[in-house]
């Protein structure tokens, strides 16, 4: 009995076209492999570019992660991102053997979409549609100056990048839609991935503020040069023992006139709003508690209070209390005026260190 024949398509699966897996690779370390059925090799890629990046953002931001460490995994990153672009295409060559190389002769459709991907219009250019070609280009460069300057819009260069990619697709001479499946995969991992980095950015500013020590005010706990990292947030809520990082208050700029309202400054909670604060005898009292201060550079040696902190102001002082204007000389700090507690040295790289974060008093 004759038994149907099956397909040759379906008996041996189309061999994996070389840039489109250079396409994949593109969007994410590993997908190249996986799209050329590579499992293993794909899964470990992808496996370790995630837990490289993780390592990365942690390095940079986390508070007991080495910065220098983090930089050096940026630097891994990249080599990892163009192991994994050459040997995805190498990949789906006899043997591994051919390296990469620009398609000669008749145009390819998947290297007019790679170039797309590195460049809106650039894909048009290669398929000599030199009029679309410019106006993709144009919004690409339009709409990511937009996205620069208003946040909102930050979806808004992925989406261009994405259907860059779509049109030369469609518009590339001989075009199918018999893989139709692969593009749409492709535009949409191509999105989320330029969203995600475009987003990076915003995400940094709203969550990391930089702040660099001006003075030796807070030494010997900071030295002038320090960078830090803040954690701003409106929910944040001053302990004793925090350093801050604030915004100069009226009095502090009435009495430094080249401290501009945008300028910031950095000192340690001592005092809380009701706490009674006292400064004598070389020592600081909190409601007639001697507070305990390993950090200082020396004890003071002036008199201050007692005082009570007034409500939604705090006392501050700098560890250097002998040099620092601080709140007593200059006042009490608003609420308003603290952008957040400094968490971090993460620069220079010999300096690198957490900064303990305060205590709550009972």
């Not at 250079?22 to 370790?48: E, H, T």
């Not at 000669?104 to 219009?121: C, E, H, M, T």
């Not at 390993?294 to 007034?310: K, L, M, N, R």
């Amino acid at each position: 009995m004759a038994h149907p024949s099956v397909p040759a398509s379906r008996r041996h699966p189309a061999a994996p076209d070389p840039w489109l897996a250079v396409n994949y690779a593109l969007i994410f370390p590993g997908l190249g492999q996986l799209y050329s059925r590579y499992w293993w090799k794909g899964g470990i890629l992808v496996a370790i570019a995630v837990t490289s990046i993780i390592f990365c953002v942690w390095s940079i931001f986390g508070a007991h992660g080495n910065t220098l460490h983090g930089f050096w995994a940026v630097g891994w990153l990249v080599v990892l991102y163009s192991f994994s672009i050459l040997d995805a295409y190498r990949g789906t060559q006899e043997n591994y053997g051919q390296r990469i190389s620009v398609p000669k002769g008749r145009k390819d459709i998947w290297y007019a979409v790679f170039l797309s991907q590195v460049l809106p219009g650039l894909g048009h250019l290669y398929i000599q549609q030199a009029l679309l070609g410019g106006l993709w280009l144009l919004a690409g460069i339009l709409t990511a100056w937009l996205a620069n300057q208003q946040p909102l819009l930050a979806p808004f260069p992925p989406a261009i990048w994405a259907f860059s990619c779509y049109h030369v697709y469609r518009n590339f001479p001989g075009h199918s839609r018999r893989t139709s499946s692969a593009i749409a995969l492709l535009i949409l991992g191509l999105f989320i991935t330029r969203l995600v980095l475009g987003n990076t950015p915003n995400w940094i500013d709203q969550n990391f503020i930089q702040s660099i020590v001006p003075s030796e005010s807070m030494v010997p706990t900071l030295q002038v040069g320090d960078r830090l990292f803040v954690r701003p947030s409106p929910r944040y809520v001053p302990q004793t023992g925090d350093i801050v990082v604030f915004y100069p208050p009226e009095a502090l700029q009435a009495m430094l006139p080249a401290a501009r309202r945008e300028n910031l400054f950095v000192k340690r909670v001592i005092g809380k709003p009701g706490e009674t604060v006292a400064v004598t005898g070389g020592q600081v009292l909190i409601n007639g508690v001697v507070l305990s201060e390993e950090y200082i550079q020396s004890p003071p040696d002036y008199e201050w209070g007692p005082a009570t902190v007034p409500p939604a102001q705090y006392f501050v002082l700098g560890d250097n209390r002998n040099d620092s204007g601080d709140s007593h000389v200059w006042g009490y700090l608003p609420t308003e005026k603290i952008l957040g507690r400094a968490y971090k040295i993460y620069w220079p790289p010999d300096r690198i260190q957490p900064l303990p974060g305060g205590r709550q008093r009972s």
